[in-house]
């Protein structure tokens, strides 16, 4: 959080700018979410267990690549552009990066990064946006997010 709160000093109270709809507020769009979905012991893969074959991983692609337009268009958004996902280690820990360009209505495109850390009993999912034309204020931010993110693993 005080990463986070370092990137908006410039934005004098930026939760009072916000809920009064001043325009300042809205020069930029940024976004970092973090979401645990729980199960059952066993339904998911273990923080420690390796990075998926290359057909595990073509297969998770095209599950979440074939989901991402019936799920944008709930919010009135396309997909620009399909990244792909990629298996990644954060911190010694495996997940799936999922990564996309997306336009809502005629608002500007926004750059989407989503995290999933499978965990045993639970799914942990850490997404990022931003709009692409704000790339190098967030990208640096986003990665010291990243690298600080730390999972205790579920037993």
Same mark, same amino acid.
């Given at each position: 959080l005080r990463i986070w709160h370092e990137a908006f000093a410039w934005l004098p109270n930026p939760k009072v700018k916000i809920n009064n709809f001043q325009s300042i507020a809205f020069q930029t769009y940024a976004r970092v979410i973090i979401e645990t979905e729980f199960?059952?012991?066993?339904? #998911?893969?273990?923080?420690?267990?390796?990075?998926? *074959? !290359?057909? &595990?991983?073509?297969?998770?692609? &095209?599950?979440f690549r074939k989901e991402a337009p019936a799920s944008l268009a709930i919010t009135n958004s396309r997909l620009l552009t399909w990244y792909g996902t990629t298996p990644i280690r954060v911190n010694g820990q495996s997940a799936f990066r999922i990564s996309y360009s997306r336009?809502?209505?005629?608002?500007p495109p926004v750059r989407v990064d989503i995290y999933k #850390?499978?965990?045993?009993?639970?799914?942990?999912?850490?997404?990022? *946006?931003?709009?692409?034309?704000?790339?190098?204020?967030? *990208?640096?931010?986003? *990665?010291?997010?990243?690298?600080? #993110?730390?999972?205790? !693993?579920?037993?």
């Open positions: 199960g059952t012991k066993g339904d #998911f893969a273990l923080l420690s267990d390796p990075i998926p *074959s !290359a057909g &595990e991983l073509a297969e998770v692609d &095209e599950a336009q809502m209505a005629d608002h #850390f499978q965990n045993n009993d639970r799914l942990h999912t850490l997404t990022f *946006s931003y709009r692409l034309n704000d790339a190098g204020v967030w *990208s640096d931010l986003y *990665s010291k997010v990243l690298t600080s #993110f730390k999972i205790n !693993a579920s037993k």
